[in-house]
């Protein structure tokens, strides 16, 4: 079972992605969360990356297609595994279906979170995540049991440097002009599944279920 998440910046890929990679026992690979835990950590990448996210721009594909081309083929990986994040452009889209064509593989669904743009920006100044475990919130839509806490281990929530409004503009225009048209990518290569992401957290994550089941 290899999925990919699509989607805009804020549609909920990465709720949805921890929520399927535990049932179906598969890991959550988010370059986000890669990118941000090497940012944390001080090193190279990390402090390269940066640079990019601050602005709600792209990290170069040269950054970022060797660690997921790295990461898929690990050991954890061999019964499936969701990408949250990645693929972002057609070069990296193009670059996923050959180190897996290679590897006599293929992406199994491309599941598209739909969310309206209007919708976004209020999602994305009440997210909080979590800068320990990954966990993500909502202060109204999906709160933690206690405010500014962590349900799965007890940190205290941040709100994300690049979740502010300009950036989150710069970075709905950058999902519309690169990452888009991975759409009709996936569409052509016959993978594509699309998912009402206005819905509750649970309808989403049904629908999500009932696609991957069929
Ligand atoms: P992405 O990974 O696509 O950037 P997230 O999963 O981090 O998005 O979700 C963005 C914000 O929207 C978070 O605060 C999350 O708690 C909230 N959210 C996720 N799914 C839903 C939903 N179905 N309805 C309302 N809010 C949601
Ligand atoms: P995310 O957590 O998916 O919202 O990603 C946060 C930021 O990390 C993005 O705005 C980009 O700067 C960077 N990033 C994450 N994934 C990628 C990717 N596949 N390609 C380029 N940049 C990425």
Do not use: W
């Not at 990919?4 to 992605?17: D, F, R």
């Amino acid at each position: 079972m290899k999925i990919v998440m699509l989607g805009a910046p804020g549609a909920g890929k990465g709720t949805q992605a921890a929520r399927i990679a535990e049932k179906y026992g598969i890991p959550h690979i988010s370059t986000g969360d890669i990118f941000r835990y090497n940012l944390k950590n001080g090193t190279e990448l990390g402090k390269k990356a940066k640079e990019y996210m601050d602005k709600g721009e792209l990290v170069p594909d040269e950054l970022t297609c060797e660690i997921v081309a790295d990461r898929i083929f690990m050991d954890d990986c061999a019964k499936g595994y969701i990408l949250d994040g990645f693929p972002r452009n057609i070069p990296q889209g193009r670059y996923l279906t050959d180190v897996l064509t290679k590897a006599d593989q293929k992406i199994d669904f491309a599941i598209d979170v739909e969310v309206p743009d209007e919708n976004i920006v209020k999602r994305m100044s009440g997210r909080r995540a979590c800068p320990n475990c990954g966990a993500t919130y909502h202060i109204v839509n999906i709160p933690p049991k206690k405010e500014g806490i962590c349900d799965t281990c007890g940190t205290e929530l941040i709100q994300r440097a690049d979740d502010k409004a300009e950036t989150v503009k710069k970075r709905l225009d950058v999902y519309h002009d690169a990452t888009q048209p991975l759409i009709d990518y996936y569409k052509e290569l016959g993978v594509l599944k699309t998912v009402d992401g206005t819905q509750p957290m649970n309808d989403v994550f049904e629908d999500i279920c009932k696609i991957l089941e069929d």
